[in-house]
Every structure is written in structure tokens, then in C-alpha cells.
């Protein structure tokens, strides 16, 4: 004996399409072929006929062409999201390399900022280089006039040469004070180490008592303007016996 049913309602699974759920009137026989296709739920439904099925499966299809065709325009939008990111790129190359080239320019107008303030000041400093050169004469010139007069012959019973010498005196004090007030400075290097750049070796000789390479003699004092050697001193160097 057959029992017959309402009907079933169950999901077909499609090629090329998602799977859709069917209600279709059967018997029990029908129901066990049904059974292998797919789940099967029992609901009260409509008459299902098999032309139904077949365009339930078309628009399935549709639908899953649809989707296709919307997948087809992923690339085309790849594409773009990919010229966007080769233009930005490119763009943050630019900007590097203009950064780099601003910084590469504040850094020479630094350095040369800092040349001209530095030839600036140089000049401020050695400006009167050739005038003191030409003072260093007179300097010379009264030195030797206060060595040259006898010890013995200063004194009250020879009151003009003491008072001629005693202005000679003051005058090489003042003049003296006027080169340090411009940062000439004199140099007399005796007991000490010889300096090619701050002296000038006329002789070498040897001298008992003293190291060789040391100063023995100054023949003629020298000076340096703000710590630039002027005029080296001429000196007698110390050679070993």
C-alpha cells in the first residue's frame, strides 16, 4: 500500500549555479528518488511541474552570470588602483629628490655664508697688516737706541742724554702698548724650542749648557698680528757637538 503526502520541498543542486530549494507533489516512491538529490523538508505546497525546474535553473544561471560579469570588471578597477599607485610613487621620488636638492642648497648657502663672514672678519683683522709691517721699523729703530746707550752714562751728571733717554724709553713702552691694543704681539723666543713657522734659524751652532733645537740667540725680535705670524723672529739655533 502507497501513503500519500502533501508535499516536499527540497534543494536542487545546479552545475553552474547556486543550488534552489523546490516544492513538488509525490508519493512514496517518488520521495526515495527525490531523497538522493538533496535535503528534503515535508511542507504543505503547490503542484511543481519538471519545465518549472528548468527555469528556475535559468535564472540561476543569470544570476550567476551577473556575478561573473561584475567579477569581470575587478580588473579593469585593478588597474587603475595600480597607475594610482605608480603615480604616487613617482611623485614621492620627486618630492625626495626636490627635498634632498632644497637641502643640498641651504647647506652651500651656509657654507658660503659662513666664507664671507670669515673673510669678512679676516679683513677686519688683518687689515692693517701692511701698516704694522711698516710700524715694526720704528719699532726696531728704538729698540736699538735704548740698547745702544752705556748704563754707566745714564745718570743726574748727564741729565739731557738720561732725559733723551728716558723718552726713548716711554716711547718704546707706548708703542708697544699700541700693538697689543691691535693684537700685534712680539715674539722673543730665546730657551725655547725653534718653530719654522714662527722663527727663522740664521746660524746653528754649539752652545754648552743648552739642548739642541733651542733658541741661543734672537738677532731681531719677531711679531704675530692675532696669532698669524707677521714677522718671524731671527734666531741662532742650538746644534749638537
Known sequence: ?????????????????VPFSVTWKYDLTFLSTILQVGVVT?????????RLLCTAAQQKSTGAGAEEESGAQKPEISAAEKAFAEEKTLLEEQLKD??????????????????????IDDAKLFGI????????????????ATESVPKSEISASNPHL?????????????????????????LNPVDQKFDPYEHEAIFHAPVAGKEPGTIAVV???GYK????????????????P
Not at 511542507?43 to 519538471?50: H, L
Not at 626636490?98 to 673673510?119: C, G, H, I
Not at 738720561?162 to 712680539?186: A, C, R, S
Open 1 to 17: 500500500m502507497i501513503e500519500q503526502l502533501n508535499s516536499v520541498t527540497f534543494s536542487v543542486p545546479c552545475k553552474d549555479a
Open 42 to 50: 515535508i511542507n504543505n505546497g503547490d503542484w511543481v511541474t519538471p
Open 98 to 119: 626636490v627635498t634632498d636638492k632644497y637641502k643640498r642648497a641651504l647647506a652651500d648657502t651656509e657654507n658660503f655664508r659662513q666664507r664671507s663672514q670669515k673673510m
Open 129 to 144: 697688516q701692511g701698516f704694522c709691517k711698516d710700524l715694526l721699523e720704528v719699532a726696531d729703530i728704538l729698540e736699538k
Open 162 to 186: 738720561k732725559n733723551l733717554y728716558d723718552g726713548l724709553v716711554m716711547t718704546d713702552v707706548q708703542i708697544q702698548k699700541v700693538f697689543q691694543k691691535h693684537g700685534l704681539t712680539k
Open 219 to 221: 738677532t731681531k725680535v
Open 225 to 240: 698680528l692675532h696669532g698669524r705670524t707677521l714677522r718671524p723672529a731671527l734666531v741662532g739655533v742650538v746644534k749638537a
